[in-house]
Nanobody, 114 residues
Framework: QVQLVESGGGLVQPGGSLRLSCAAS???????MGWFRQAPGKERELVAS???????FYADSVKGRFTISRDNAKSTVYLQMSSLKPEDTAVYLC?????????WGEGTQVTVSS
């Protein structure tokens, strides 16, 4: 059973930075992983991900500010977020696709406010 556990959310001022972590357990072969976010009243959106070929995808709204990375030895994916804006406020969810199934973490709240 694949489990994804996020950490690293919190409250940060505009312009600040945060790093989110997502630790995967139950499988060491999840190539497709990434981060979604969902703000109140809005649809869930893909923020950043690794594709099956190993390349990266970023939503236009976060390009140049967010960086996704991974440590395969630790089965962990990171999302480094910089120059945060109030509109980045959302619950950030880790996602993995493995064995034909989508897996989700429970989410971690990121609030950008002064």
């Amino acid at each position: 059973q694949v489990q994804l556990v996020e950490s690293g959310g919190g409250l940060v001022q505009p312009g600040g930075s945060l790093r989110l972590s997502c630790a995967a357990s139950g499988s060491s072969m999840i190539n497709r992983m990434g981060w979604f976010r969902q703000a109140p009243g809005k649809e869930r959106e893909l923020v950043a991900s690794f594709t099956s070929s190993g390349s990266t995808f970023y939503a236009d709204s976060v390009k140049g500010r967010f960086t996704i990375s991974r440590d395969n030895a630790k089965s962990t994916v990171y999302l480094q977020m910089s120059s945060l804006k109030p509109e980045d406020t959302a619950v950030y969810l880790c996602w993995g696709f493995f064995g034909g199934q989508n897996y989700w973490g429970e989410g971690t709240q990121v609030t950008v406010s002064s």
